[in-house]
T-cell receptor, first 115, second 112 residues
């Protein structure tokens, strides 16, 4: 199993550009998550999905959009990039039975800089 | 009050030392708790779950105190390779789902 994969690893955007961060998992996990991590800070949840076709906002959703058309893929879309979106973005997945005891598996991250 | 709070450190300890971290949480309805480890510029990885009765994995011991709403991580006989950031994770129930909430992490530096 490849686990959770993310592309690209690095990206520099200009203010106002848009891009999609790709995330895929091959573990048949039902839950998937997008986090951002600013330097010296913890992870902040952007969006999450409990299954294909179902997404919900996390703590910091403004400026982002997601979709979950398949169990495997959970892309994150940045529209009109701003310097405040400079961060490391982690995708994660877990197999949840609805009891909150599941382990999250993370991708290697995408380092995004907006200039 | 933040949902999950940790002392960011850094905790600077010599090899062989015992070090302990605490993490407090605000949502008393939280059901499950974890410690993740994050190496510099890497993704977080599960270190251990925290059970109500406490649990031990080699040199690592995790404990939960529901009354005071905190969890702890004890590392005995510290190794250089233990240098990392340790993230506390709490799973409160939100909108019918358990959604992980991360603390900002505690940095540990183990020196020779």
């Amino acid at each position: 199993n490849a686990g959770v994969t993310q592309t690209p690893k690095f990206r520099i955007l200009k203010i106002g550009q848009s891009m999609t961060l790709q995330c895929a998992q091959d573990m048949n996990h039902n839950y998937m998550y997008w986090y951002r991590q600013d330097p010296g800070m913890g992870l902040k949840l952007i969006y999450y999905s409990v299954g294909a076709g179902i997404t919900d906002k996390g703590e910091v959703p403004n400026g982002y959009n997601v979709s979950r058309s398949t169990t495997e893929d959970f892309p994150l879309r940045l529209e009109l990039a701003a310097p405040s979106q400079t961060s490391v973005y982690f995708c994660a997945s877990s197999y949840s039975k609805g009891q909150g005891t599941d382990t999250q598996y993370f991708g290697p991250g995408t380092r995004l800089t907006v200039l | 009050r933040k949902e999950v709070e940790q002392d960011p450190g850094p905790f600077n300890v010599p090899e062989g030392a015992t070090v302990a971290f605490n993490c407090t949480y605000s949502n008393s309805a939280s059901q499950s708790f974890f410690w993740y480890r994050q190496d510099c510029r890497k993704e977080p990885k599960l270190l251990m779950s925290v059970y109500s009765s406490g649990n031990e994995d080699g040199r690592f011991t995790a404990q939960l105190n529901r009354a005071s709403q905190y969890i702890s991580l004890l590392i005995r006989d510290s190794k250089l390779s233990d240098s990392a950031t340790y993230l506390c994770v709490v799973n409160p129930l939100s909108g019918g789902s358990y959604i992980p909430t991360f603390g900002r992490g505690t940095s540990l530096i183990v020196h020779p």
